[in-house]
Structure formats: C-alpha cells, structure tokens
Nanobody, 124 residues
Framework: QVQLVESGGGLVQAGGSLRLSCAAS????????MGWFRQAPGKEREFVSG????????YYADSVKNRFTISRDNAKNTVTLQMHGLEPEDTAVYYC?????????????????WGQGTQVTVSS
C-alpha cells in the first residue's frame, strides 16, 4: 500500500496553466503504475492520464491530449500532471491513483490506492 497526497490545485482563468503533484509514501514506488482521474459535480470519475512504473509509457484521455503532460520522479516518489490550455470543462476534483501491479490504464477499478483529491476550478 502507498499513501498518496495531491497538491497544486486552485482557481485559474481559461487558457491558464496549473501543475498538480502527487506525493507517494513507500519504498517500491517505481513498481507502481500511476494515474490521474477527475470528477466533476454530478459526473462519474473519469480517467485523465496514466504513466508506467518506469515512466517510459504514458496514456492520455482524448480530451486532454496535447494539453496535459504526466511525468514521474521515482527518486522523489512523485507524479506530476502539468496542465496547459485549461478550459472550464476541466473543472473537477483531481485524484491521484496507484496500482501495485503496474496498471496505468483508464479503468478506475484497476487502481488500488487513491489520494483525497485536489480541486481545480477554471473560470471562463
């Protein structure tokens, strides 16, 4: 098990940028697949992006492709989601997720550890 703590959320105008970070506990972080999900009010939690344990493979939802970039630093046990070109539709609580089996895909049930979330609000 890992403990996940997200940070970096906030209020930004449309077109702006934010950088979300997820800090993980544990000594086997590099074996975990990591993902970012988001949940807007009244909507299902949806996949945003995932990254493999070594960081060499990434995966994005079509809605964020070419705007968001996921990366990880295994020496610091962190995963980052850099977001550019934010739109009001990106407003949601963003969650970091981890899977000890290395899964980093879009199925939320493939992850076995979740953070508490960080709010991102994009004003028009």
């Amino acid at each position: 098990q890992v403990q996940l703590v997200e940070s970096g959320g906030g209020l930004v105008q449309a077109g702006g940028s934010l950088r979300l970070s997820c800090a993980a506990s544990g000594r086997t972080f590099s074996s975990y697949g990591m993902g970012w999900f988001r949940q807007a009010p009244g909507k299902e939690r949806e996949f945003v992006s995932g990254i493999s344990g070594g960081g060499g493979a990434t995966y994005y939802a079509d809605s964020v492709k070419n705007r968001f970039t996921i990366s990880r630093d295994n020496a610091k046990n962190t995963v980052t989601l850099q977001m550019h070109g934010l739109e009001p539709e990106d407003t949601a609580v963003y969650y970091c997720a981890a899977d000890r089996g290395g899964y980093y895909g879009s199925n939320r049930y493939g992850y076995d550890n979740w953070g508490q979330g960080t709010q991102v609000t994009v004003s028009s």
